[in-house]
């Protein structure tokens, strides 16, 4: 059995037009989020590039950890999907 024939049958059917985004532009707090995770996402690279020791001697984990965070970030900044009723 295919997983298509699980989705109820008027979801199947329905035209993309009842699909919406419900986003808006970035807000100030936002932007301002944003950019010292690049800032501090930079210096944590170049800590580890350059071997500064900065957080120790943890500094790639440092790096994968703050890129974790970024992620987590983005998903809550980026715009969703919801269905027109």
Request: charged content about 15%; aromatic content about 12%.
């Amino acid at each position: 059995m295919s997983p298509i024939a699980d989705i109820p049958t008027n979801a199947q059917n329905a035209p993309m037009g009842n699909y919406e985004w419900d986003g808006a532009p970035p807000t100030k707090t936002q932007r301002i989020i944003a950019g010292v995770f690049v800032i501090v996402l930079l210096v944590l690279i170049a800590n580890s590039y350059f071997g500064w020791r900065i957080v120790g001697g943890y500094d790639r984990q440092a790096a994968g950890c703050w890129v974790i965070v970024g992620l987590i970030l983005f998903t809550r900044f980026m715009p969703t999907v919801r269905w027109n009723d």
